[in-house]
């Protein structure tokens, strides 16, 4: 399915499928999910090239590789014909500086699958086609039998962002945690923190819907960031005095990241992923920057590592939670473009669409 800037359209497109080159693997998509970043393409938020083949959030099952020697995915397990996968969004070089710092999605050479233009030597790159063709450097994981295949296609996109949003942080065990935005990545993000044994996690959003679903995915508070702010000081009010340990921003909303800020407790780490579209400047004040010993970091994307922490994750914690919650409507392929406008209508966690 093309979609068209110009029009809006998304449209069915026929062509065949080319031979393999070296080091490629032919995948029949199975199932992909639209994530945020689709949305705003086709809202016309985000730019990217023109025709396109969105979608990143990909299962598939291995059709054929093209070549005698095996393949062999990031645990190491050698990769067969019938194989059901997800892999990540991107592919990247060995040789590239930023693969060797562990930024591969920053690499010189980055190819980022549901972000390519559809061209005649690039076509099937994206999850809203009948296949897609996986190119070296692309990190592959089978996927567990543990987890629903529906949902899987979550993993290699909100999934692997949220655990690297946990890289980022140096302890979060004992810690207070407040979390930016209720959406499939705050969630997510909320259910790696209980895990790893936080004292406390605050969810804030602007969603009542959202935020009482949250306190299924480990939330202790929650707080609708249009009530009065003094409304979080009384719903915290164990610890609000000293403030948040740890703030991971999902929404990218500036009011949002402004709170964060002004409810940092001493030594307090921010994590900034939300903000992948266009956004208004934040004023930081250096003085209470340094003498609350705060400090920000932000992360796009994900790295090999962390998908491979996503998936672990998900096979250890799926029937935990209720992660099959996050699918709230199913389409068929034919009808992908009428997929589109009911998750920009009615936003949903995530629309499935079955290819």
């Not at 990031?74 to 590239?96: E, Q, R």
């Not at 500086?97 to 980055?110: C, H, I, T």
């Not at 999902?250 to 709170?259: L, W």
């Not at 932000?298 to 996503?310: K, L, R």
């Amino acid at each position: 399915m093309l979609f068209n800037e110009k029009n809006g359209s998304i449209l069915p497109e026929y062509t065949a499928l080319p031979s393999l080159q070296k080091g490629e693997i032919l995948v029949k998509n199975k199932y992909t999910t639209l994530c945020g970043s689709d949305l705003h393409t086709f809202a016309g938020r985000r730019k990217e090239p023109s025709p396109i083949v969105l979608g990143h959030e990909i299962v598939g099952e291995i059709l054929e590789m093209a070549q005698s020697e095996p393949f062999y995915d990031l645990n190491g397990n050698i990769l067969k014909v019938g194989d059901l996968i997800t892999w990540t969004i991107f592919a990247a070089t060995d040789s590239d500086e930023f693969v060797k710092d562990k930024m591969p999605q920053k690499s010189a050479s980055l190819f980022k699958y549901g972000h390519v233009q559809f061209t005649d030597k690039e076509k099937f790159n994206g999850g809203l086609g009948t296949h897609c063709i996986l190119k070296i450097g692309t990190g592959i994981l089978k996927l567990p039998t543990s987890i629903d295949e529906k949902f899987a296609p979550i993993i290699n996109c909100a999934g692997a962002t949220a655990m690297a949003a946990h890289r980022l942080i140096d302890q979060i065990e004992g810690k207070n945690v407040l979390i930016l935005g209720a959406g499939v990545l705050g969630l997510i993000a909320s259910t790696i923190a209980k895990q790893k044994k936080a004292s406390s996690v605050t969810m804030l959003d602007i969603d009542d819907v959202r935020l009482e679903n949250s306190k299924f995915f480990g939330a202790d508070y929650v707080y609708n960031s249009l009530n009065p702010i003094e409304e979080l000081t009384q719903i915290t009010s164990g610890f609000y005095k000293k403030g948040f340990d740890v703030i991971i921003d999902m929404s990218g909303s500036v009011e949002a990241i402004k709170t964060g800020l002004q409810f940092s407790a001493i030594g307090a780490q921010h994590i900034w992923i939300g903000a992948v579209t266009p956004t208004a400047n934040v004023e930081v004040n250096p003085e209470v920057i340094i003498r609350k010993l705060l400090s920000i970091r932000g992360m796009h994307n994900y790295n090999y590592e962390d998908f491979t922490n996503a998936v672990d994750f998900f096979e250890d914690h799926f029937l935990d939670y209720p992660f099959h919650t996050f699918i709230e409507k199913e389409f068929p392929f034919q009808d992908t473009e009428k997929a589109f406008h009911y998750a920009a209508k009615y936003k949903p966690y995530r629309v499935l669409i079955t290819i």
